[in-house]
């Protein structure tokens, strides 16, 4: 181990910052932390992130900051220097020193290039404009600005076309679904994923891609982009015209080697290397991921990399001089645009002696086939069913002779499992394909003390690629754990900057009286610091427990909370008055309808929840609109009881058996503005028929015959669906009012911080519910009653404080973007001093 | 960070800010959020979110960063570096005068 001082260490320069270049970084500093001075460059101008999951930022199911691998801490906690956003433009091998388009000149002793691919170009017409880079509408999909500028632009689009059905394509063309309403893709060739499949299995994939609405062209020779300013269609070789605004190409990748080849370096399809990564012909200066080309092969998928950024800091660290690179078999698992596809190694017969299985059931999208040559597996394909892939991956890489029966590869005939199990499984087989993470890691991190399924992921990064591998993952840890795995410790905490479960935090604030958010973070956050994601949990909890107590601090309430509006996506808000059970006076609407009126309001809108929206309120105007309005807040934005949504009832609807609306509006109004650690939505229904979705709601309560009432709790109809469960049936409205207030406020003090009543009645167990909340087994029921009573004595309406604001500014406006600035614009000091003359 | 301009602007006095909350200001062309910390200190970043625009001084914040409200998306108060990858902000030297007046400078146009 070098325990040398920073300046003396040797100087690594590592040109690209994407994922092979990182994980090297990554990999040396796990063998030798000190051993050299490390400074990266990266084109982009960001940290380093997982390109594979741009494919899910596209599709809108995962958030740009979930892909980050590693952020800018982490290159200052290992003092890298970064140089993101900035390109190295010539490498000068004679004196050591790469130069770089921000001007700087960095002297390195070794240099590793990892400037990975970009996106081919395949000679369209029409797919530059002079001097402007891509046509207006057209995009690459390599980086996330591409994807960033494609989503931006797709919104406001209608008609996609992708070009190229191989991954890439496949992933593009199903995220652009999310965000334009029809997609096309046109593959050149004549089935999808034609590198990796063979044709039936790409009919196959065709067929269930075409299924999700996705329209496929294949054998489709695009020629040109239609359109002199922006795009209007493309047009195929055969004449064919396809119209659309968007076009995503996607038709391969090649790797980056300007740098190299501007530096007189060995490249041919990609820059030359030898079995330790080392650029052909030279001493210090070395090439990973997939601008690297290896024995005549380049790759590109990510596995590859990991093996080779292993074999490189094996070598570059001096721990193994003999460390060896000598190619990946490429098998790979992959969930292309939502159907399961494995293939590895050959995917056609290629002697007259390679025998195949097949298996085909189109209907469910399934196909897969398994090519064996003298007993041992030589390639397989499957689409659609992948559940034997651990284990076809394993004879396909150690190749184990075959059982007789061969459909025992593809079938469970009342044998073995499914998957291998995880003892079975050998220590080098690879579990997670996207990090390239084997069984074998995961067991030494559990052996090294981390015990959660959450720590092995964050230590491993095992399962924090697409996913597909999550449930393996889990068993290895248990299996490795024998037993012990531990709940992530953090995940039980009720918020993230104070290390304690609720019942623990909540004992601790009582003990020590803390009655304000800045109280609980002197005296229980790990030295006493402030965390702002914390601040509104802890405002909510300590609102419930101290109620008129409570000392409210307004900078630890979220912005809706602060000026009593929903915040927008243009900084905006939204208003919406009070509504009891859904039922209004001709003489509301109509004052609403002025107000709307006077105050330009742009858009007017029912709520779901049975209410009238004002959309597009700037904050300044917030006071007044809801002093002409006049009627009580509607709650609309907080984590708190929001509405009682109610049908007609037996009032005037024929099937009626109970006055829902009556009961709605005596709820409503007993309950309203109640805090808690989700929104609460609640329904009232007069029959069965449940015209309201009672049983789709927080709290939902059913009229059935003989004046009975059926309360429903932990029901949802949102991002989560479950219908709610019966909590108790009762003979009157004031029973319902009762248990409704109980149960509020037992979820109240037991829920976690954001967890709705649908993921909190299944946790703790509708029956533990019933029998708190309803037959009192805990003797707990009058204290919860009168919590609830007290929270219904102080309320007030929060509209209120338009006349009196509670802090200097309350109201003033965050955000003058679009018409800058109407916020009293300050001149220089000077000026101002002039001006005060 | 840049200085070319050492420019300053007086924005107005420190309490027009609430303990730990932020507040807007138009100072030259740009906008610029100014958060007044819980422990007294002062911070000036640039007002407008870079991941989709949203208005950071509507966020909550802490000794350290500030979550914007839109997404949460956070960034460091003191280098304008955000901790969630999204780009980084622009920060601004801010301090208060004799009279209590925030005193913004340099960098701006
Ligand atoms: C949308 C998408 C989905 C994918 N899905 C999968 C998948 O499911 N499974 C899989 O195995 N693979 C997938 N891949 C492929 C995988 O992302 C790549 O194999 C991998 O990223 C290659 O890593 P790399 O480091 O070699 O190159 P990159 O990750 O591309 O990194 C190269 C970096 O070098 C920088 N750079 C280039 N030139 C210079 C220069 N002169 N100076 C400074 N910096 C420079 C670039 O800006 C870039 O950030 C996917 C790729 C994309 C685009
Ligand atoms: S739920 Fe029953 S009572 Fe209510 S409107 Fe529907 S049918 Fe009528
Ligand atoms: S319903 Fe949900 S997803 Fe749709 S606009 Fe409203 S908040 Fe957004
Ligand atoms: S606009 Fe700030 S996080 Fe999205």
Known sequence: MHTSKPSERERLVVVGNGMAGARTVEEILQRDPDRYAITMFGEEPHGNYNRIMLSNVLAGVEDEAGIFLNDLQWYADNGITLHAGCKVDKIDRKHKLVHADDGTQTPYDKLIIATGSTAFVPPITGVHRPGRGYHQGVFAFRTLDDTRNMIRYARDHERAVVIGGGLLGLEAARGLQQHVSHVTLIHAMGHLMNTQLDEPAGKTLQASVEKLGIEVICDGLTTEILGKHAVTGVKLKNGRVIDCDVVVLAAGIRANTELATTSGLSVEQGVVVDDQMRVAGETDIYAVGECAQHRGVTYGLVAPLWDQARVLADHITGRNLDAAYHGSQVATKLKVAGVDVAAMGLKEPELDTDETVTFAEPRRGVYQSLIIRDDRLVGATLVGDVRKVAFLMQAFDRGLPLPEERAGLLFDLGGPPAEVSAAEMADDAQVCNCNGVCKGDIVEAVQCGVKSVSGVMDKTRAGKGCGSCKGLVQQIVEWAAGGEVEEDPAASWYVPGVPMPKPELMEAIRTHGLKSVSSVFALLAPGGEEDAKSKMGLASLLKMMWGAEYDDERDARFINDRVHANIQRDGTFSVVPQMKGGVTTPAQLKRIAEVAEKHDVPMVKLTGGQRIDLLGVPKENLPQIWADLDMPSGWAYGKSFRTVKTCVGSDFCRFGVGDSTALGIAIEERYQGLEGPGKMKLAVTGCPRNCAEAYVKDLGVVAIEGGKWEIYVGGAAGAHVRKGDLLATVDSADEVLTLTGRFLQYYRENANWLERTYAFVPRIGIDVVRAIVVDDAEGIADRLDAAVAEHVATYRDPWQERSTPVTPGQFRSSLPLTVLPQVPVREPVAAAQEGRA | ?109
């Open chain 2, 1 to 109: 960070m840049t200085t070319q301009s050492l420019a300053e602007y007086r924005l107005g006095p420190v309490d027009e800010i609430p303990v730990g909350e932020a507040r807007a200001y138009a100072v030259g062309g740009e906008m610029v959020a100014v958060f007044r910390l819980r422990d007294g200190g002062l911070r000036a970043v640039s007002a407008v979110c870079p991941h989709a625009g949203g208005p950071l001084a509507d966020g909550l914040a802490d000794q350290r960063v500030v979550v914007c409200p839109l997404h949460q998306h956070a960034f460091d108060l003191r280098t304008g570096c955000s901790t969630t990858g999204a780009p980084p902000i622009t920060v601004y030297p801010v301090r208060v005068d004799d009279d209590n007046t925030i005193i913004i400078s340099g960098g701006l146009p």
